[in-house]
C-alpha cells in the first residue's frame, strides 16, 4: 500500500515538474520573441490589400507594427481627432487623395517630404505627387493610383453603336437624347429585365471632379447634368450606385463609370460572360484626373524613412498593386512592361497607363470633404425627386 501511494505521488511529481517546465519554456519564448523587437509603429489604414505588405515589414524590420483598420477615411478621420484630444496620435496613416489631408494636416501637423527626405518622393509621377501638396507642402508618400474609367458592355452595344465609337454620360443633350432612343429599343427588344445605358458606382464626386477639371469656364452646373442623365432622360436607375457593378455584371447596364481598381473584381465577376472595353472616362487628349492612396506621418523618426525604404522596394511595390488593384506611381514602372503584366488585369491596365503624359492632379483644397459629401447628397435628392 506504500509503495502504491509513494509510486502516485512521484507520478504527480513528474507531471507537474513537467508541466511547469513547459511553461517556463513557453514563458521564455514570448519574452524573447518580444525582445526579438526593437522598436513599435503605429499604422492607421482603410485598405485591406496592404495589410500583408505591413506584415513583411514588421518581420524584416524587427518594427513592431499596430495596425488600426477602419472601413472608410470619414471614420479615420473621426477617430484621428478624437485621438489628437486625447495625446494619442498614430505614426502613420493612411489618405485617399479624394478628400481629407486638409483635416489630417490641421489635427496632426504631419511632416512634409522637406522634413522626411526629397529623395524618397522622387521617383513619383508628378500627377500623384500633386494630389498629396496642401499649403505648398508635400505630405502624402504615394501606394498606388487610379484613374476614372468606362466599361462598355460590347456584346451589347456593338449592335446599336459603332466598335470603336466612345460612349461616355458626359454628352450634349442631343446625345443623351439618342441614347434614349437605343435605351428604350433594347428594353422593347428584351423584356426580361430592364436595361440602362449607364450607371456609376459610389464615387458620383470623383467622376463629376475629374469632368469639371478638363472643363475650366464651363457654366454647367452638377444639379443640370443630373437631373438631365437620371431624371430627364432616365439613362440610369436611381439610388443603387451601391448595385452598379453587379448590375454591369448581369448585363443590366451598358456603361459602367468606375474606376480602374476595381478592374480586377469587376473581371472575375463577369469571367467569358461577355465581351467589354475598358477605356479612359474622357476623351482622347484631354487631362486625366487621377487619385490615389498614400501615407502621411505624423512621426519624423528613423523607422519612417525605414518604413518609406521598405515600401518603395519593387517586389513591395508589386505585392501591394497585386492586393489592391491599384496602378503603379512610379515612373519607371509605369514604363516597364514586365513589371505591368505580373499585374492582373494587365491587359487593360497596360493601355491606362499608357497614358500617363495626360495624368493630373491637384492639391489638396479646404474642406474637401464637405465638398464630396454635399455632390454625393444633391446626386441622391435628385434621384429620389425622380421617383
Not at 478628400?99 to 526629397?118: A, M
Not at 505627387?129 to 505630405?139: G, I, Q, V
Not at 505585392?319 to 488593384?325: D, M
Not at 495624368?359 to 421617383?387: D, L, M, T, V, Y
Amino acid at each position: 500500500m506504500k509503495l502504491r501511494v509513494l509510486f502516485l505521488l512521484s507520478v504527480c511529481i513528474v507531471i507537474l515538474s513537467t508541466v511547469y517546465t513547459i511553461n517556463l519554456i513557453n514563458q521564455d519564448f514570448v519574452l524573447n520573441k518580444e525582445d526579438e523587437y526593437e522598436d513599435t509603429m503605429t499604422i492607421w489604414m482603410t485598405t485591406p490589400g496592404l495589410l500583408s505588405s505591413m506584415n513583411h515589414f514588421e518581420e524584416e524590420s524587427k518594427i513592431k507594427v499596430n495596425i488600426k483598420q477602419f472601413n472608410n477615411q470619414a471614420t479615420l478621420l473621426e477617430e484621428l481627432a478624437l485621438a489628437h484630444t486625447e495625446g494619442n496620435l498614430p505614426d502613420i496613416i493612411e489618405v485617399g487623395s479624394s478628400y481629407g489631408l486638409d483635416e489630417v494636416v490641421k489635427i496632426g501637423n504631419p511632416y512634409s517630404s522637406e522634413e522626411i527626405g526629397q529623395e524618397l518622393f522622387a521617383p513619383f509621377h508628378e500627377a500623384i505627387l500633386e494630389n498629396f501638396y496642401y499649403t505648398d507642402a508635400l505630405y502624402g508618400y504615394p501606394l498606388g493610383m487610379e484613374l476614372p474609367i468606362i466599361m462598355i458592355n460590347r456584346s451589347i452595344l456593338n449592335n446599336h453603336f459603332a466598335e470603336d465609337q466612345l460612349i461616355t454620360p458626359f454628352s450634349s443633350d442631343d446625345s443623351l437624347e439618342t441614347y434614349k432612343l437605343i435605351q428604350d429599343r433594347i428594353n422593347h427588344n428584351n423584356q426580361t429585365k430592364p436595361f440602362w445605358l449607364f450607371h456609376f458606382d459610389e464615387d458620383i464626386p470623383y467622376y463629376w471632379e475629374a469632368y469639371q477639371y478638363t472643363r475650366e469656364g464651363s457654366d454647367i452646373s452638377f444639379e443640370r447634368y443630373w437631373t438631365n442623365l437620371v431624371k430627364e432622360y432616365q439613362l440610369m436607375p436611381p439610388l443603387d450606385e451601391h448595385m452598379a457593378v453587379t448590375r454591369f455584371s448581369n448585363m443590366e447596364i451598358g456603361v459602367l463609370i468606375t474606376t480602374s481598381s476595381k478592374l480586377q473584381m469587376i473581371q472575375e465577376l463577369i469571367g467569358n460572360t461577355f465581351e467589354f472595353d475598358v477605356l479612359p472616362l474622357l476623351d482622347s487628349g484631354e487631362l486625366l484626373f487621377i487619385s490615389g492612396n498614400g501615407f502621411v506621418a505624423l512621426d519624423n523618426g528613423g523607422k519612417i524613412r525605414q518604413f518609406y525604404q521598405f515600401v518603395g522596394q519593387e517586389d513591395v511595390q508589386l505585392e501591394i498593386l497585386k492586393n489592391t488593384g491599384w496602378m503603379p506611381t512610379r515612373k519607371t514602372s509605369m514604363s516597364n512592361e514586365t513589371f505591368i503584366y505580373q499585374l492582373p488585369m494587365a491587359k487593360y491596365l497596360i493601355h491606362l497607363v499608357q497614358e500617363n503624359n495626360r495624368f493630373h492632379g491637384q492639391a489638396a483644397s479646404e474642406g474637401s470633404r464637405n465638398i464630396w459629401k454635399n455632390i454625393q447628397e444633391k446626386a441622391q435628392e435628385i434621384e429620389r425627386n425622380s421617383e
